[in-house]
């Protein structure tokens, strides 16, 4: 049931796309024109955004405990399931990774006067005595609650996800009935969080309005150059993570088919991917051209297709890392060690909390709150959310085949 309150949540989102398209136009167009005086419709756009956020910490955790729980129970699948956990955890560290160096050296935030924001100084103050204080190890040490209750008022991401892991594994090992039971209590939160979000995406044409107006009437045109300058960077960081990484391990592992046939076989699902923005309704095309085009048997595509849909996020990953260096970079904040750490283990884990969140961008809050950046001007990629969501579901989903075309093989050989 909760499956299919997922892929309802993603086509009442695709058909908002188009809106919140527009919206972003309009707004932008509107700022531009309007100059200064576009700050009034900040208040629709503030209100919007902290709707957002009132969802996103209970949102995370129970999907996060549900999907540890559906880990710990899938890993008694032996083999497939272990080659299959270690594929996708590879792929989305090498994608967060991949995505901090090229935010880094590129470096498209840079050049930003976030000064015009009031409220952009004093985040920066805080931010700064915040990132000079932890270390290394203060940072692996502040992964653990003390108090989980008092993480999750307080927002501590890292923290509840920490927990929230620790509960879906504990759950995976109770008996079969109280399993079951806790499971379904935990699905019906994550439900009653995703209707509320839905209910606030119902609105997200106005807010994206209002928040882009806003945006573009304090910044300029200088932004938009900036998220162009950060698109073109992301598909470069998506085209290595596909053709080079994960066409790489289906060169190096897959006996079932080659590197050339996997393309081919691949491209008109990605079409559909990129068309759809949702892995969900993407899958029963991936898994018949899984089958039929790449010769990979049906149990391994029953397992690790519909699973990679669920938490295999590579194009999701990098991009939380790029934009929350971007977003760094536009406060001229120097991240610190324990912010790149913060940033890669929220990034990576997030791909499980991923899981039935309406939305990918509205994770950026997780990861930009677990690091300490401050929040102001993540308006500005919401408002092209939508493009973003297209080009990564089509990496997400292609990361999906070739790991069924790799497990495949260790099956095989098993």
Known sequence: MLEEKKKKSGDMLSKLGNWIIVATVLGAVVGLVMGEPAHMFAPIGDLFMQLIKM????????????????????????????????????????????????????KPGVGINMHALSSAAVDVGNLAEKAAMPGFWDT????????????????????IITFALFVGFALAMMSKEKKEFMLKIFDYF????????LAIMYIAPIGVFCLMADATGTFGYDVLVKIVYLIVLYVIVLAIVTYVMVGGTVAAFS?????????????????????????????????????????????????????????NM???????????????????????????IAIVVTASLGAVGQAGVPGPT?????????????????PILFGVDRIFDMLRTAVNITGDAACATIVDQFRKEG
Request: include cysteine.
């Open 255 to 311: 006996k079932c088919t080659t590197y050339k046939n996997f393309f081919k076989s691949m491209w008109k699902v990605q079409i559909f991917a990129f068309s759809t923005a949702s892995s969900m309704a993407t899958l029963p095309l991936n898994m018949r051209t899984t089958i039929d085009e790449l010769h990979v048997s049906r149990e391994t595509t029953s397992f690790a297709l519909p699973l990679g849909a669920t938490i």
């Open 140 to 159: 692996i040490i502040g992964f653990i609650p003390a108090n989980p209750f008092r993480a999750l008022v307080d927002g501590n991401i890292l923290q």
């Open 362 to 378: 509205l994770l950026v809050v997780a990861v930009l709150a677990a690091a300490n950046i401050p929040m102001d001007a993540l």
């Open 55 to 106: 969802v996103i910490i209970p949102m995370v955790f129970f999907s996060l405990v549900s999907g540890a729980a559906a880990l710990g129970k899938s890993s008694s699948a032996g083999k497939i399931g272990l080659v299959t956990f270690i594929y996708y955890g590879l792929t989305t560290v090498v994608s967060v990774v991949l995505g901090i160096v090229f935010a880094e050296v590129f």
């Open 314 to 340: 590579n194009g999701n990953a990098a991009y939380y890392a790029m934009a929350a260096c971007f977003l760094a970079q536009m406060y001229g904040i120097d991240l610190s060690l324990s912010q790149y």
């Open 190 to 197: 994550t439900e009653i969080f995703i209707k509320i979000m």
